[in-house]
């Protein structure tokens, strides 16, 4: 098949397809069951569940039954795998998989999706080498038939990687990974409020009167990615990792640590244990070993938890439906492109797995991902602890790298003179807090002086400025909004009084965190240079809004926590319905002119249409999507769901599209509306989110001490070059700095979007998974598949040096 679209007419007929999921559970995984029924039916080939894994796969029978469009109707909300998962020792053996071998053949299923871990991927790679053998013993035991045999000669494998752990290297983000960090996340804040305090600076108040240090045991037993990035996500005060234990002597170093935090007047600590924690000597690191250490070295006041099997609960989040951000489908989109490389599959195709990378669904060889994998195994036991880290891959050793900065209990003493203010710009949004922290803390390991603005470029213009310090911003990486307040107004209106406040305060650097009015307000800063020296100063813009609309990043802060916000919402609307007649829900989302929200959160939730500004519709095609929806209800789903971005068209209003829908519907189906507000604008930050705004802060400020140092001439600070303000953005595969002037082309200042989006491409796929016939554009992955596998077929310490970085892979 051709790499340009995908034609239903042409691609599974007579083809079918099982689909199993093994090993341990995770969140996500109904989604991309979901997700491959869907685009398997779409594209006319059969496709069976197989029940409890490979133990199903062996037993045969009741196990292998027939999926239809509406088996995997509300499935995307659960977690775990509805169609179960077990451990099974007889798919070990031949025998066992000649069973299996003999079940798929007397059904026609030559083609074999897997969603699991490295063992169970490994095991279906196993199954496919030996399949000709396999079918030649069972003709010689009489169990098929020469034509059976004939028919089935070859067999095509997929994996999808479901692992909480993120343990598989080849993919950012396995299926689950985004869902555990949410419950762990969730945890760790229900917790720390126990131990946490408000104070009122005034009176000296304090509102709590724990002091307790708190060590929480998370999943991981050869992968600390779940620990290291919530200790990131939370300011954990030390983290355990088996990929780099600690020095000799850590014993010492962690109590020291934990006295001097009290000693400043930190009443809580917080302490991150993988459970394959160990120290240099290969002997483990258990949560009750440091309670035990800390308790009798300081007497402090210790508590442990251990998280154990509720990472893998509760409801999938957005990130692992839809994976956005910060990212394209690792359920829904590696669905289709599962189902895409099995009916493409030759028999001198290798088995691959379907990973991420960056914002593509990708194929890649399933053993050389499964023998990297390995090498990280091979590493640690061998006590090459940096190159462990380094064969995680640029992801992890980057957040292995920021934690290390960011855990100092003493700042360096260093000094650079330099005068940086941090300013929030536009509607407060969540993630802007970690933001600002991690800016705050990497400048004054730079040595720099940082400033906080209050209240926007008002306050700038007021002078609404003070000093801001290490232990000023400890707590805010989980805290929603904006601590610093926040304005929407734009500074041409007070453009010299902030040019005299800069001089007044000697401000060397800006940091402007928000959304489409900071970008804005970074313009006309950068066009208020001609009249105002002190405004030659670099700047960078640190995309933060809900509505993701930002031009220059394909994600900004917060969207994610809105879009979590958005999915659970949806969640509870459809339940709500549950046991009632047939009923539809007319949803509007939040977002200006933007439709990302509405869009992401249609794939996330599962709905029948997103009507947004750039797609353009008109009555046919309120007409249209209104009769198949009526078609769809006549069947055995229940449920509908109807997304409306609030600004998508002034006359096709969210009262009009209801009432519609209610007229058209009579008799088939009632309608509910709900309009979400500023419901989703608030709430405590996602863990992406979290990390995110962490990151952004992070590398903003390094770039702007490098470029301090380029514009710094005969004793002043002086930048007017395009380069000098940019917007930091994620593009594709890395951060990047942007000039503000370039940016302008690509800018629909009216309706304040950028004029492309990378995620408009993502609509098809939401009318295939809602059962419209069209066509599937996947012209982008043939060049990104050719560049990944080209590097995976490098030896390992080399693939990921060569790997660009992704989403989750920001260069340093």
Known sequence: MSHTSMDPTKMGIGRSIAVLTSGGDAQGMNAAVRATVRVGIYTGAKVYFVHEGYQGLVDGGDNIKLATWESVSMMLQLGGTVIGSARCMDFRAREGRMKAALNLVKLGITNLCVIGGDGSLTGANQFRKEWATLLVDLVKAGKITDDEARKSCHLNIVGMVGSIDNDFCGTDMTIGTDSALHRIIEVVDAITTTGGYLKNLKYKIYFNFHQRTFILEVMGRHCGYLALVTALACGADWVFIPEMPPDEGWEGHLCRRLADQRARGSRLNVIIVAEGAMDRAGNPISSEDIKKLVEKNLGFDTRTTVLGHVQRGGTPSAFDRILVGLSLSLSLRMGVEAVMALLEATPETPACVVSLSGNQAVRLPLMECVQVTKDVTTAMAEKRWEDAIKLRGKSFENNWNTYKMLAHINPPDTKSNINVAIVNIGAPCAGMNAAVRSAVRIGIIQGHNMLAVHDGFEGLAQGKIEPITWTGVSGWTGKGGSELGTKRV????????????????????????????????????????????????????????????????????????????????????????????????????????????????????????????????????????????????????????????????????????????????????????????????????????????????????????????????????????????????MKKRALTFQPLAELKEQTDFVHRIPKTSWWLKLRPIMKILAKYNISLDTSEHAHMEHVIKKRMSMPAPLMKKACPPTKHEEEE
């Open 490 to 729: 734009l500074p041409s209106e007070y453009i010299e009084e902030i040019s005299l406040t800069i001089a007044k305060f000697n401000i060397h650097s800006l940091v402007i965190i928000g959304g489409f009015e900071a970008y804005m307000g970074g313009l006309e800063l950068v066009q208020g240079r001609d009249k105002y020296e002190e405004l030659c100063i670099p700047m960078v813009v640190i995309p933060a809004t809900v509505s993701n609309n930002v031009p220059g990043s394909d994600f900004s802060i917060g969207a994610d926590t809105a879009l979590n916000t958005i999915t659970s919402t949806c969640d509870r609307i459809k339940q709500s319905a549950a046991g009632t007649k047939r009923r539809v829900f007319i949803i509007e989302t939040a977002g200006g002119y933007c439709g990302y929200l509405a869009t992401m959160a249609g794939l996330a939730a599962g709905a029948d249409a997103a009507y947004i500004y750039e797609d353009k519709f008109g009555i046919r095609d309120l007409e249209m999507n209104v009769e198949h929806l009526v078609q769809k209800m006549k069947t055995d789903v229940k449920r509908g769901l109807i997304l409306r971005n609030e600004n998508c068209n002034a006359n096709y209003t969210t009262d009009f599209i209801f009432a519609l829908y209610s007229e058209e519907g009579k008799g088939i189906f009632d309608c509910r509306k709900n309009v979400l507000g500023h419901m989703q604008q608030g709430g405590t930050p996602t863990p992406f989110d979290r990390n995110f705004g962490t990151k952004m802060g992070s590398k903003a400020v390094l770039w702007i001490t490098e470029k301090l140092k380029e514009v710094y001439r005969h004793g002043r600070i002086f930048a007017n070059t395009p380069d000098s303000a940019c917007v930091l953005g």
